[in-house]
């Protein structure tokens, strides 16, 4: 178990205690009075993002990469500053970086652009089935676009622990001499929980690909890809104080060679002649069409946000906050917890917590906790039907550095009044 986020030199990680007065009052719809507990969904977005998306639609409104012209030309500077500070915030050099139209996009980019060129007949992946639609889905369409080519992959499903991880002893057993892909949750989306494969280092051959979806832990612990081992990563903006509607796909730099545009179009490609599609250098291999100007520009103002509040500080405060709510929801008759920290046998957490209430369901009891004004996420969190052995719906709280010690009380008090009621 881990006890704590990975330590990290990167900018953004020193660690501080934020003062919380201050930061709640930079998250502008924090100031209706309810209790925003599902961040796990998307995050709050502070005054530095909304104002940056709003300076690019009111005034010099332009398409970057495409003029000469200073608007046109600033703004493809100014793309390639926030790549520069994405690749810095996760250990990773410019090139490295791709923006996507969010982390599911770069999970089907993986699927397509490499995997689908790459893999032969035979070949395997290894997936959690418990784990977010997203890292799931794009695996099961490839297998079956593969088998329309003749070529057959088999996806092989390995076990989530009571704590919510990998089982590491079941992936190391599912490893075979056709692995060609392991696709990961480093933080599980449901769960909590933080898997980094770290323990199976010597045991994973080193040609076969890492994909991790970073979309939980991006913004709310340090993540470094190269700690990781990962040939591929995915973020997701909109949950860590960005716009929706971006993501960015870390791509090794030794698998650039094996990678095909999954989107052809302006930028994408070199030049189509009798001999096919000459692919161009990354990123923008994997960049076709017109970015999300407005996106990639909020996603640079949260970068500074989480710069200033410094990544250590977000972690451990969300650690305090996640030992918090299990301890009090741990005293009520009733309550059970999926798996993760709450199983722990240290003091862990990283800001997600789902249980259920007998009595009520799921369903129910998020109606109510509204009602009340407390604001969580139910039902199956996007695991899809089917591959969910034992889990029923849940409620899942999530929390990020603008919820406090005082919401976290008086949502568990209010847990433990519905569950005498109910009960």
């Known amino acids: 178990m881990r006890a704590s986020a990975p330590a990290s030199s990167a900018a953004g990680s020193r660690a501080r205690t934020p003062a919380l007065a201050a930061v709640r009052e930079i998250f502008p719809a924090l100031d209706t009075g309810e209790v925003y507990l599902d961040s796990a969904s998307t995050t709050q977005k502070p005054r530095a993002v909304i104002e ?30 926030v790549r520069a500070a994405m690749a810095e915030f996760i250990g990773a050099a410019p090139d490295e970086v791709v923006f996507t139209g969010g982390a599911t996009a770069g ?10 060129t790459n893999l032969a007949d035979g070949d395997e992946i290894l997936y959690s089935p418990r784990d977010h639609a997203s890292n799931i889905y794009p695996w099961q369409q490839l297998r079956r676009l593969l088998a329309g080519f003749g070529r057959r992959i088999t996806l092989v499903p390995y076990r989530v622990t009571a704590l919510g991880e990998a089982d590491l002893e079941d992936v190391a057993a599912r490893l075979s001499g056709r692995t060609r892909l392991i696709a990961v949750s480093h933080l599980h989306h449901v769960f909590g929980a933080l898997t980094t494969l770290e323990e199976l280092r010597g045991h994973i051959d080193a040609e076969v690909a890492l994909c991790f979806d970073c979309s939980q832990s991006g913004g709310h612990l340090p993540v470094r890809v190269a700690e990781l081992d990962a040939d591929f990563a995915v973020f997701s903006a909109h949950k860590m104080f960005g716009a929706p509607g971006l993501g960015v796909l870390y791509c090794r730099r030794r698998r650039h060679a094996e990678l095909m545009p999954f989107l052809p179009g302006g930028n994408s490609a070199v030049s189509l002649d009798d001999s096919g599609l000459r692919a161009g250098p990354m990123p923008q291999l994997l960049e076709g069409g017109t970015h999300n100007i407005a996106g990639i520009l909020a996603l640079g103002a949260a970068l500074g946000v989480l710069d200033d509040l410094g990544l250590e500080a977000v972690a451990a405060h969300n650690r305090a906050l996640t030992q918090r709510l299990i301890a009090g929801l741990r005293r009520i008759a009733g309550v059970e917890f999926l798996p993760g920290p709450a199983y722990a046998p240290c003091e862990t957490g990283y800001g997600i917590v789902s249980f259920t209430l007998a009595g009520i369901t799921a369903t129910d009891l998020g109606f109510v906790l509204a009602e009340l004004g407390f604001l969580v996420r139910t039902g199956a969190h996007c695991v899809p ?39």
Do not use: K, M
């Open 52 to 81: 940056a998306v709003h300076r690019y639609h009111s005034a010099h409104t332009a398409n970057a990469g495409r003029g000469t012209y200073p608007w046109a030309s600033s703004l493809t500077q100014r793309i390639e500053q």
């Open 107 to 116: 999970l089907n980019a993986v699927a397509l652009s490499w995997a689908l």
């Open 385 to 423: 039907a089917g591959q969910r052995p034992g889990d029923e719906d849940s409620v899942r709280v999530s929390t990020h550095v603008y919820n406090t010690v005082e919401e976290i009380d008086r949502f568990t008090e209010c847990v433990a009044t519905i569950a005498e009621e109910v009960s």
